[in-house]
């Protein structure tokens, strides 16, 4: 999904604005805007972007859409650029491995997180991480990360192919 029909949507959706308000208003959340994440995706866009799909997914099946939205909005809550393993100072090892610690730990520093959310945000990395996801809720937000992240670099790569071929036969 282009990043300005998602900012559309989320807009036009006024019960999804009213359960993410406090987070996406925070300073700190904000600040998400200055890393790239995938291709020339924000950090802040890829977490809006898993948090509205996975809403939207939570609702249609019935599950626990207000902590899909907020677990999701704050699934990937670290502030480092991760590309660069200088800036991946405040865990040690692996960033796939240490995020979703460092997402949780500022989610609990900032915001009240249920113990529905703090299960989505430190597993999303699942299969990756040790322990899977206890609910359906978190396995929802890991596959929609999954699919967004796809999706994302998809988008990107396809459209600079596009330009390039658009230079390279007009």
Same mark, same amino acid.
């Given at each position: 999904?282009?990043?300005?029909?998602?900012?559309?949507?989320?807009? %036009?959706?006024?019960?999804?604005?009213?359960?993410?308000?406090?987070?996406?208003?925070?300073? $700190?959340?904000?600040?998400? %805007?200055?890393? &790239? *994440?995938? !291709?020339?995706?924000?950090?802040?866009? +890829? #977490?809006? +972007?898993?948090?509205?799909?996975?809403?939207?997914? &939570?609702?249609?099946?019935?599950?626990?859409?207000? !902590?899909?939205?907020?677990?999701?909005?704050?699934?990937?809550?670290?502030?480092?650029?991760?590309?660069?393993?200088?800036?991946?100072?405040?865990?040690?090892?692996? *960033?796939?491995?240490?995020?979703?610690?460092? !997402?949780?730990? %500022?989610?609990? *520093?900032?915001?009240?997180?249920?113990?529905?959310?703090?299960?989505?945000?430190?597993?999303?990395?699942? /299969?990756? #991480?040790?322990? /899977?996801?206890? *609910?359906?809720?978190?396995?929802?937000?890991?596959?929609?990360?999954?699919?967004?992240?796809? &999706? $994302? !670099?998809?988008? &990107?790569?396809?459209?600079?192919?596009?330009?390039?071929?658009?230079?390279?036969?007009?």
């Amino acid at each position: 999904m282009k990043i300005s029909k998602l900012i559309n949507k989320v807009s %036009n959706d006024q019960i999804y604005n009213e359960l993410v308000e406090e987070i996406i208003n925070h300073e $700190e959340v904000q600040k998400m %805007n200055e890393y &790239s *994440h995938h !291709a020339d995706i924000t950090l802040y866009h +890829h #977490s809006l +972007h898993v948090s509205y799909t996975s809403y939207r997914m &939570s609702k249609f099946l019935g599950l626990n859409y207000m !902590a899909s939205a907020r677990g999701g909005l704050l699934h990937d809550f670290f502030r480092y650029d991760w590309h660069d393993a200088k800036e991946q100072r405040e865990e040690k090892g692996l *960033h796939a491995f240490a995020h979703p610690k460092v !997402a949780l730990r %500022n989610a609990s *520093h900032h915001f009240l997180i249920s113990d529905l959310e703090a299960d989505i945000i430190v597993k999303h990395m699942w /299969p990756l #991480s040790a322990k /899977p996801p206890v *609910h359906r809720e978190s396995m929802l937000v890991s596959c929609v990360d999954k699919y967004c992240a796809v &999706s $994302e !670099a998809y988008q &990107s790569y396809y459209s600079k192919i596009k330009r390039i071929v658009k230079m390279k036969f007009s």
